[in-house]
């Protein structure tokens, strides 16, 4: 079997992709694949590099069973496009801010990680809403969508192992 590794990007990396990654872990971790699927998160903005995820996010997170009070921000860097081989983006200004320092030698995915949703409801998305000025309800949203996406993700990267 071989290595395949899974960056998810948002803004602030303390609200949207830290959910994705400890949700995405999850799912590896429990079809026995972390040995094979490396995963990890960061934001295009700096603002809370070293911080821990925003604190709603850890909540609405813990209710579905996923802990996440492990992972710290981290600003994205161009190595990561030497490391990864999906590069997934929350939204379509983060897509942006990466096709902007997407090396012309990467081979890899990058790509907006709502591609991935195959559930009826959640296919017309193509942006995870970012819910760090909103409500509870916008965070429960947040854990729908990625949760959907993280089964087709997870579907496709199996046949290539
Ligand atoms: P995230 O959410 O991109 O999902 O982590 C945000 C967190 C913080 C800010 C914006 C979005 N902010 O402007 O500080």
């Known amino acids: 079997m071989s290595h395949i590794s899974v960056l998810f990007v948002c803004l602030g990396n303390i609200c949207r992709s830290p959910t994705a990654h400890a949700v995405f872990q999850s799912m590896v971790d429990k079809q026995g694949l972390s040995d094979h699927i490396l995963i990890d998160s960061c934001g295009t903005g700096d603002?809370?590099?070293?911080?821990?995820?925003?604190?709603?996010?850890?909540?609405?997170?813990?209710?579905?069973?996923?802990?996440?009070?492990?992972?710290?921000?981290?600003?994205?860097?161009?190595?990561?496009?030497?490391?990864f081989d999906y590069i997934l983006a929350m939204d379509s200004q983060n897509l942006v801010d990466l096709e902007a320092m997407r090396p012309n030698d990467f081979n890899g995915e990058?790509?907006?990680?709502?591609?991935?949703?195959?559930?009826?409801?959640?296919?017309?998305?193509?942006?995870?809403?970012d819910p760090y000025y909103g409500g509870?309800?916008?965070?429960?949203?947040?854990?729908?969508?990625?949760?959907?996406?993280?089964?087709?993700?997870?579907?496709q990267i199996k046949e290539r192992l």
């Open 47 to 83: 603002w809370h590099i070293g911080r821990a995820p925003d604190p709603r996010s850890q909540h609405h997170a813990l209710m579905r069973g996923y802990t996440m009070n492990n992972l710290r921000a981290r600003g994205v860097g161009h190595s990561d496009f030497d490391q």
């Open 110 to 129: 990058l790509g907006l990680f709502l591609n991935f949703c195959r559930h009826p409801h959640f296919t017309e998305y193509s942006d995870v809403p």
């Open 136 to 155: 509870s309800q916008g965070f429960s949203l947040v854990l729908d969508l990625i949760e959907d996406a993280s089964l087709e993700l997870l579907r």
